[in-house]
């Protein structure tokens, strides 16, 4: 089934739509240097509710870390996915996000009858999805899929610096940080750099 763009559902015009399963849908990592693009699709219990949900940049570490494992305890399901660092140059970074969203809603222990996708662009599904601007600050869903994608990312952070302390992984999460730019001039990029981003491509040559 062909996805297609909508604004955000009123209230009045959920009826519309199917009973059934929500899932909310959203990624973390992709204006990072380095590091795989992760997407997350969570499915809510609307009768065991999780307060505080929000967009996961507009909460603290701490807090969001909280929430991912009350969202993991208390959601219908839920679904952690991504694309490879190779994935990404092959592809492209906005095509491998797809990729990755597509892979978390497939993961999904119970199936959605719509998806609700964070931002303006859509993956391709086999159930009815829509994109919405600004969507993890407006549906739990997302929301909660917001977390769960930037808490496994930013751990994976933490446990990549141990391979490569050179780089500060932990501390910038793979963003282009001055301190990250500076380690790409000294050392080159390492195995986890993506290598078509431009300030990792200046590097190629530089230290490997």
């Keep these: 089934m062909r996805s297609k763009k909508f604004s955000l ?89 797809l990729l990755a969203m597509q892979r978390a809603v497939t993961g999904l222990r119970l199936k959605p009858v719509r998806v609700l996708v964070d931002g303006n662009c859509l993956p391709r599904l086999d159930v009815p999805a829509e994109a919405i601007v600004k969507g993890d600050a407006l549906v739990p869903a997302i929301s909660a899929a917001s977390i769960l994608a930037k808490v496994w990312r930013d751990r994976w952070c933490v446990d990549i610096d141990r391979l490569y302390p050179a780089y500060g992984f932990a501390g ?18 390492c195995p986890e750099h993506r290598r078509t981003f431009a300030p990792v491509a200046q590097c190629l040559g530089h230290g490997e």
């Design 9 to 97: 559902p009123s209230q009045s015009s959920l009826e519309w739509h199917p009973p059934g399963l929500l899932a909310g849908v959203d990624e973390a990592g992709r204006g990072p240097l380095a590091g795989p693009v992760v997407a997350a699709a969570v499915i809510l219990d609307d009768r065991n509710p999780i307060a505080g949900l929000n967009d996961s940049k507009k909460l603290t570490a701490l807090r969001r870390e909280k929430l991912f494992d009350e969202i993991r305890a208390k959601a219908l399901c839920c679904s952690i996915a991504w694309a490879t660092v190779a994935e990404v140059d092959q592809i492209n970074i906005l095509q491998a996000t």
């Design 172 to 189: 910038h999460k793979g963003y282009g940080t001055a301190a990250h730019m500076q380690a790409l001039r000294q050392h080159g990029p």
